[in-house]
């Protein structure tokens, strides 16, 4: 399945200070934030090339209540360690999306409080006002939320695109497998290349 400008966004996920930043809560309790960061080049090029092409950039954020009321089992239960630092909490520098890849105006933020970019939250209208019928995906990390919303996205008839070389996970292999599941089943998995040369508006003529 080619990719195309038309009815297509670039959707940027959960690149915050808190997967991604030393002083952030993964970091603090102990995740090797630092597998996630080669994410962050990749995801600006996309943004830039989205920006060019005209492709509206759609950034999630994964946000708690303050104190936890939306939490659920993931840091209240499963990994108790992110309540204690305040992890994501929102209204926290933690939360916020990382100063290199900050919105331009007219770029949406959806906020959400589980893995899925669709679950509780306002994107699938938001697609459905703006015509959008393929999701070119980037962001952290792929064998959690990115992997969940392409399956969401893929279960919808979305036309769903994953960028290899603009998601990160904590443990490679995890990303890797990641990305088997999804081309195998949800989508394809697509290089940042194949993505350039598909939103390069001023495609260069054949010699």
């Known amino acids: 399945m080619d990719i195309t400008r038309e009815n297509t966004a ?3 996920i ?3 200070n ?5 002083k952030g809560s993964m970091a603090a309790i102990g995740m090797p934030y630092g597998e996630l960061r080669p ?3 990749g995801c600006g090029t996309l943004i830039e090339a989205a920006h060019r092409a005209g492709v509206p950039v759609i950034y999630t954020r994964y946000v708690y209540h303050p104190d936890y009321t939306d939490a659920g089992l993931l840091p209240t239960v499963l990994v108790p360690a992110m309540k204690e630092v305040n992890s994501l909490a929102a209204g926290s520098w933690d939360a916020e999306i990382i100063d290199e890849l900050a919105p331009a105006p007219g770029d949406i933020v959806i906020d959400k409080a589980r893995p899925s970019s669709f679950y509780g939250t306002r994107l699938e209208p938001i697609l459905t006002s703006l015509g959008i019928r393929s999701l070119v ?3 952290v990390t792929t064998n959690i939320c990115v992997e969940t919303t392409a399956r969401d996205a893929g279960q919808r008839d979305y036309y769903v695109h994953v960028v290899r070389d ?3 996970e904590f443990d490679q292999a995890r990303h890797e497998h990641a990305l088997t599941t999804i081309g195998f089943t949800f989508g394809w998995v697509n290089s940042m290349d ?3 040369r598909a939103w390069d508006p001023e495609p260069a003529e054949a010699e």
């Open 10 to 12: 670039l959707l940027v």
């Open 14 to 16: 959960d690149m915050q």
């Open 18 to 22: 808190g997967f991604i930043e030393a």
């Open 39 to 41: 994410a962050i080049a």
């Open 137 to 139: 995906i980037a962001g």
């Open 166 to 168: 603009a998601t990160a």
């Open 194 to 196: 194949e993505v350039l």
